[in-house]
């Protein structure tokens, strides 16, 4: 099974300012990570996969990036709406699908 | 508008067996693959399983803690997809998913369903 591993756990930041999430592979996965965001009480939502794509309708602000094992999702400026939980999920392994364990980015 | 509403959740006792459905409108269902995926209260995701279309075989995968308890099907004439959960366990208790799967990422998802198994 392959292991995502997210940190920081929480992030604590102003509306405005710069997020930058991090996801590590316990192997290599190509470019095969998606993320998504989850806010208490809904579903979660697509953001970006394979890495560096922006899913339909996701603001320019959201980004990812990838550098071996290390996956990078940024928020440029948070926005209020942009506090929530946000999980990588790797699909290199088809047969098993996993998540990381999530970041929660809060108001500071 | 894509949409998935999942509905069969409830309280069920260890070793009880459940069924969800997955009603879908808004796409070709016929074409899509669905996964279901849950999330235990106050955690993190988690893939259950999937089936392709019945033009890739209609075929199954399910993941290692539910293989052999666990069976997806489709009926694609009402557009609905199952979810038929057996011998479960308190582990298993979680909002369940419905999700669309592309290229083993899931674009769309339903609001969810909670199945609480009750020792």
């Known amino acids: 099974e392959i292991v995502l591993t997210q940190s920081p756990a929480t992030l604590s930041l102003s509306p405005g300012e710069r997020a930058t999430l991090s996801c590590r592979a316990s192997?290599?996965?190509?470019?095969?990570i998606a993320w998504y965001q989850q806010k208490p009480g809904q579903a979660p939502r697509l953001l970006i996969y394979d890495a560096s794509n922006r899913a339909t309708g996701i603001p320019a602000r959201f980004s990812g990036s990838a550098s071996g094992t290390d996956f990078t999702l940024t928020i440029s400026s948070l926005e209020p709406e942009d506090f929530a939980v946000y999980y990588c999920q790797q699909r290199s392994n088809w047969l098993a699908l996993t998540f990381g364990g999530g970041t929660k980015v809060e108001i500071k | 508008e894509v949409q998935l509403v999942e509905s069969g959740g409830g309280l069920v006792k260890s070793g009880g067996s459940l069924r969800l459905s997955c009603a879908a409108s808004g796409f070709t269902f016929t074409n899509a693959w669905i996964s279901w995926v849950r999330q235990a209260p106050g955690k993190g995701l988690e893939w259950v399983g999937r089936i392709r279309s019945k033009t890739d075989g209609e075929t199954t995968d399910c993941a290692a803690p539910v293989k052999g308890r666990f069976t997806i099907s489709r009926d694609d004439s009402k557009s609905t997809l199952y979810l038929q959960m057996n011998s479960l366990k308190t582990e298993d208790t979680a909002v369940y998913y419905c999700t669309r799967e592309v290229g083993y990422t899931f674009d769309y998802w339903g609001q969810g369903t909670l199945v609480t198994v009750s020792s």
């Open positions: 192997q290599s996965i190509s470019n095969y």
